[in-house]
Every structure is written in C-alpha cells, then in structure tokens.
C-alpha cells in the first residue's frame, strides 16, 4: 500500500535539498543575496511543507484520526464511517488521508497545531521544537521580507541544518520505504547539513574567538590553584584542565587517568551557536551531566553572571545539545543557579566536575 502522504514530503524534501545545494554552490556566505535569496526562499518553503507533511505522517501512524480539524468522537463525520466499513470489508486499500481527500473537503490542522501535537506524542527535545517553530516564521519573512545581513542567514543556516539531522535520524531512517532513494536522500542530507553547520560554527567562533578563550583560559587556571589541586588528591584523582581551540565546538577539555595511566576526556567546554553559549559537561554522553551553561551575552555586561548546577555531581539532561536554554525552563531550572561569575563559583563547579570524577567506574579494557 502506498503511503501517498509521505510520498508528498519526500518529494517537499528533495525539492529542498536541491535548491539548498544550488544555493550553496552559487553563494554559500550570502554575499550576493540579490542572486541566491530566490534558491533559500524556496528551499526553505519546500522544508516548511515537507515537515508539516512529515509530521501529519507521523501523527497519522499513531492515529489518522488526528490530524483533522474539529473531529468529534460522537459525531464523525460520514466519510470516516464509509472508510472504515469499506476497509473492514476488504473494498479498499488506501490510506484514509486520500479517501478523504477523494471524498470531501475535510481540511486538516494548520502547522502551528502540527507542531504542538507531534512534538509531544513523539517527546521531541525543546531545540528542534523551538527550530521547527521558528521555520515556519522565517518562510512568512522570507516571501515578505527577505534576509537582510549575514548575521540572520547564519543562524538560519544552523536551524536549517538542525533540522536536516532531525529528519534523517528520526524520520527518514525510521520509515519502511523505498530503500535506494532514502540512502541516496541520507546522502544528500549529510553533505548539506555538514556545509551548513560548519558556515554557521565559523562566524560565531569567529566573531567569539577572544572571549572564548579568554574564558576557557580563566577556567583552566583556577583548575591549577591550590584549592582544587588539594581537593584532585582527596578524591585520589589524577586529572588536568587544557584548551583545544583546534577541534569543531570543542574548546577545552578535562583528561582524567584512568589506573592502566592512560588519560580519558571526562569534561569538555562545548559551544553553543544557537544558543550564544558555552556548555561544560561531560565529553562523551550526549544526555550529560551538564556542570555549567556560560551565556556569552551575560558574560559581556558589567555584573558578569552564568548558570551553575545545583546537583553534586552534575545534571544529567537528555539530549543536552538539543534542548535549547534548558537550564531556565522547567522541569531543568530548578537544578541551575544563576549566580556571579568568578572564581568562588567556578571553583565550586570544577569540584562538581571533580566529584563526578570520583563516580565513575571504568570498563576493563579487553583487546
């Protein structure tokens, strides 16, 4: 059985990826917008379509039911009755989206209560909510406005590539379909989400860079003073703080000894580009434990201040990367301080670190 729904968006998304690609291949850093704002208005109207049809899919498959307007249990509508009586009697097989289309002018939600209701049947992160939301506000300035300065086109370049990597890895790849075209689509995904990540991380770092490790290197000198060297040897650890401006998003990282003396990455300094911020935590889980969140907007004013957990050891966020400002929504905010920046604080973080070090149990290493 065709799922003629989904053949739609599919067709919306490739639609995207190729005016996205020819928009990257003829102006990539946005210098010429009189030429290539006609390729990103349509791949961006192509995207907002394909994830509204997407979604209704999604929402489809757990109920079709739902994604109709003002449907009411004790007063179906008769096009629904005749659909599923024809079904039961074996005299169709099509999906009930296309029945319905056929058979009447029943509309669906709009994109706005689309969102909503995928978003928490399928517990989507806030992060790619907040990108979807936003998607849909961009394409309404897009055909009216346009984009005006290379600072709007970046942050809509990491949106855009956001939610490229939400649809290959939680769509796509989760869909019973022709399999040669979605490898060929994953493909595609892969090589523009790469592009357009990478244009949005090299201007923020770019126009961050001294303030970045102008942080990283405040942090990293507090780890060396007495008070946390003396607490490293109560805990019987072994352990440094050191930068690594060379690595994507990464710029600094806490190693710790494991008992065979090989060191292992426990803590890192991550950016946030979305987010203006910088997130301490741990280097490998994606769900945490987040130690700290350093907005750099707040880290600018005079009263310099930054988001501490409140937990011991951490505070473990699911998909922490995803979440968007978690640390100020609940049910997350509870476990963060807002609290001055300086070294009493960020001493108490580094001892977070230092203590979660202190938990962690590591695997035999068998060859």
Same mark, same amino acid.
């Given at each position: 059985?065709?799922?003629?729904?989904?053949?739609?968006?599919?067709?919306? /998304?490739?639609?995207?990826?190729?005016?996205?690609?020819?928009?990257?291949?003829?102006?990539?850093?946005?210098?010429?917008?009189? &030429?290539?704002?006609? !390729?990103?208005?349509?791949?961006? @109207?192509?995207?907002? %379509?394909?994830?509204?049809?997407?979604?209704?899919?999604?929402? +489809?498959?757990?109920?079709?039911?739902?994604?109709?307007?003002?449907?009411?249990?004790?007063?179906?509508?008769?096009? $629904?009755?005749?659909?599923?009586?024809?079904?039961?009697?074996?005299?169709?097989?099509?999906?009930? !989206?296309?029945?319905?289309?056929?058979?009447?002018?029943?509309?669906?939600?709009? =994109? %706005?209560?689309?969102?909503?209701?995928?978003?928490?049947?399928?517990?989507?992160?806030?992060?790619?909510?907040?990108?979807? &939301?936003?998607? #849909?506000? &961009?394409?309404?300035?897009?055909?009216?406005?346009?984009?005006?300065?290379?600072?709007? *086109?970046?942050?809509?370049?990491?949106?855009?590539?956001?939610?490229?990597? *939400?649809?290959? =890895?939680?769509?796509?790849?989760?869909?019973?379909?022709?399999?040669?075209?979605?490898?060929?689509?994953?493909?595609?995904?892969?090589?523009?989400?790469?592009?357009?990540?990478?244009?949005?991380?090299?201007?923020?770092?770019?126009?961050?860079?001294?303030?970045?490790?102008?942080?990283?290197?405040?942090?990293?000198?507090?780890?060396?003073?007495?008070?946390?060297?003396?607490?490293?040897?109560?805990?019987?650890?072994?352990?440094? /703080?050191?930068?690594?401006?060379?690595?994507?998003?990464?710029?600094?990282?806490?190693?710790?000894?494991?008992?065979?003396?090989?060191?292992?990455?426990?803590?890192?300094? *991550?950016?946030?580009?979305? #987010?203006?911020?910088?997130?301490?935590?741990?280097?490998?889980?994606?769900?945490?434990?987040? $130690?700290?969140? @350093?907005?750099? &907007?707040?880290?600018? +004013?005079?009263?310099?201040? /930054? *988001?501490?957990? #409140?937990?011991?050891?951490?505070?473990?966020?699911?998909? /922490?990367?995803?979440? +968007?400002? $978690?640390?100020?929504?609940?049910?997350?905010?509870?476990?963060?301080? !807002?609290?001055?920046?300086?070294?009493?604080?960020?001493?108490?973080?580094?001892?977070?670190?230092?203590?979660?070090?202190?938990?962690?149990? $590591?695997?035999?290493?068998?060859?």
């Amino acid at each position: 059985m065709k799922i003629y729904l989904f053949d739609n968006a599919i067709d919306s /998304f490739e639609w995207s990826l190729r005016h996205l690609r020819t928009f990257l291949e003829t102006d990539s850093n946005f210098e010429n917008p009189d &030429i290539s704002t006609t !390729y990103l208005k349509q791949a961006i @109207l192509c995207l907002n %379509s394909a994830l509204e049809l997407f979604f209704k899919e999604r929402i +489809s498959a757990i109920n079709p039911l739902l994604i109709y307007e003002h449907i009411e249990i004790n007063n179906l509508p008769q096009v $629904f009755i005749d659909y599923y009586a024809k079904q039961q009697n074996g005299e169709i097989d099509e999906p009930l !989206y296309n029945y319905v289309i056929e058979n009447t002018e029943l509309h669906t939600i709009d =994109y %706005s209560k689309c969102i909503e209701l995928y978003c928490s049947l399928y517990s989507v992160a806030q992060g790619h909510k907040k990108n979807f &939301i936003e998607l #849909n506000g &961009i394409r309404n300035k897009l055909t009216h406005l346009g984009i005006k300065s290379q600072e709007e *086109y970046y942050i809509l370049a990491g949106r855009i590539a956001d939610i490229l990597n *939400y649809v290959h =890895y939680n769509i796509i790849m989760k869909i019973d379909y022709l399999p040669t075209r979605l490898e060929n689509i994953c493909l595609e995904i892969f090589n523009i989400e790469s592009v357009l990540s990478n244009l949005e991380e090299s201007i923020w770092r770019i126009a961050n860079e001294s303030r970045i490790e102008e942080i990283c290197n405040n942090i990293i000198s507090y780890s060396n003073c007495e008070e946390i060297q003396k607490y490293l040897q109560e805990k019987k650890i072994l352990a440094s /703080f050191g930068s690594t401006f060379d690595a994507d998003y990464v710029y600094s990282i806490y190693t710790m000894k494991r008992d065979d003396n090989e060191d292992t990455e426990i803590c890192s300094i *991550y950016g946030s580009v979305q #987010n203006n911020a910088l997130f301490i935590s741990d280097s490998d889980l994606n769900d945490g434990p987040v $130690f700290a969140i @350093l907005p750099l &907007i707040d880290l600018n +004013s005079k009263h310099p201040r /930054f *988001y501490i957990s #409140n937990d011991e050891n951490g505070t473990n966020i699911p998909e /922490f990367q995803g979440q +968007s400002d $978690f640390w100020k929504e609940k049910p997350y905010s509870a476990h963060f301080s !807002y609290v001055p920046y300086g070294k009493n604080k960020i001493i108490e973080m580094l001892k977070k670190i230092i203590n979660y070090m202190s938990i962690i149990e $590591f695997k035999p290493f068998t060859p």
